[in-house]
């Protein structure tokens, strides 16, 4: 498309005022037909040695989870929410709630970016996860939830709310932890899965967005709601969506 008109707009999920002025900005655009609430974060501590060992007895589930990971506690934006519950979710519910007239004007649709890690470590007494181990692991379970109830509200409005899982990625989500070696070591490891036949392992950008297409573009009646849509991957590369 060389005649698109591609404009940047900072916006920042951990914090409330940019969200409001990055809606602002939107807004004034006058129409919006597709939000991706793709913005995620996890914040690593350190690699949890005996969570890898532990993880070689299942190791299909443990390259879905965070179990070699030792993620922080205790972390809070200056808004006063947990950092990993504000980035992951409540900087996106807000979004979605100041952009509402456009969105309902272009009858669009809301896709937030699950995780197959989300089954785990929610609890209704630390909603944020501020104290508990796995904030991110929460925060997914949070979005699983959260896009259903808000597509049964907002389809009155026209707008719809689906959520795309995109599959085991290699992307540089642990460079932080200052070991490149690791991160090589994790792309062989998920190609060697792949060709063994396990679908969840998309590797690249384009096969982990398949299913986001295909929700962003497919008619009301061929999605439904209540599923969590996967990218998935051949063991030559060729991309499909299950849910």
């Known amino acids: 498309f060389p005649s698109a008109d591609i404009r940047l707009i900072e916006l920042d999920t951990s914090n409330v005022l940019s969200v409001q002025t990055a809606a602002r900005e939107i807004t004034s655009l006058g129409r919006l037909d597709l939000l991706f609430c793709n913005a995620g974060a996890m914040a690593i501590k350190s690699l949890n040695i005996l969570g890898i060992i532990r993880g070689l007895t299942h190791p299909i589930a443990f390259f879905e989870s965070s179990e070699a990971l030792v993620q922080q506690q205790g972390l809070v934006t200056p808004d006063g929410l947990g950092q990993t519950f504000q980035t992951n979710v409540f900087g996106h519910y807000l979004l979605v709630h100041k952009l509402l007239p456009v969105l309902s004007r272009a009858k669009g649709r809301v896709i937030w970016t699950g995780s197959s890690a989300s089954q785990l470590e929610f609890s209704q007494l630390d909603y944020m996860h501020i104290h508990g181990l796995k904030p991110y692991e929460s925060s997914k379970y949070i979005v699983d939830q959260i896009s259903q109830k808000m597509d049964e509200r907002l389809r009155q409005k026209g707008v719809r709310c689906f959520v795309?899982?995109?599959?085991?990625?290699?992307?540089?989500?642990?460079?932080?932890?200052?070991?490149?070696?690791?991160?090589?070591?994790?792309?062989?490891?998920?190609?060697?899965?792949?060709?063994?036949?396990?679908?969840r392992f998309t590797i690249d950008a384009q096969?982990?967005?398949?299913?986001?297409?295909?929700?962003?573009?497919?008619?009301?009646?061929?999605?439904?709601?209540?599923?969590?849509?996967?990218?998935?991957?051949?063991?030559?590369?060729?991309?499909?969506?299950t849910h």
């Open 164 to 199: 795309g899982e995109p599959g085991n990625v290699c992307t540089s989500f642990l460079a932080n932890i200052g070991v490149p070696v690791l991160q090589m070591l994790i792309v062989v490891v998920f190609y060697l899965m792949r060709i063994c036949g396990l679908q």
């Open 207 to 241: 096969c982990a967005s398949a299913a986001f297409i295909y929700l962003a573009f497919a008619r009301d009646e061929e999605v439904d709601a209540s599923q969590k849509y996967y990218s998935c991957a051949s063991r030559w590369g060729h991309s499909s969506v």
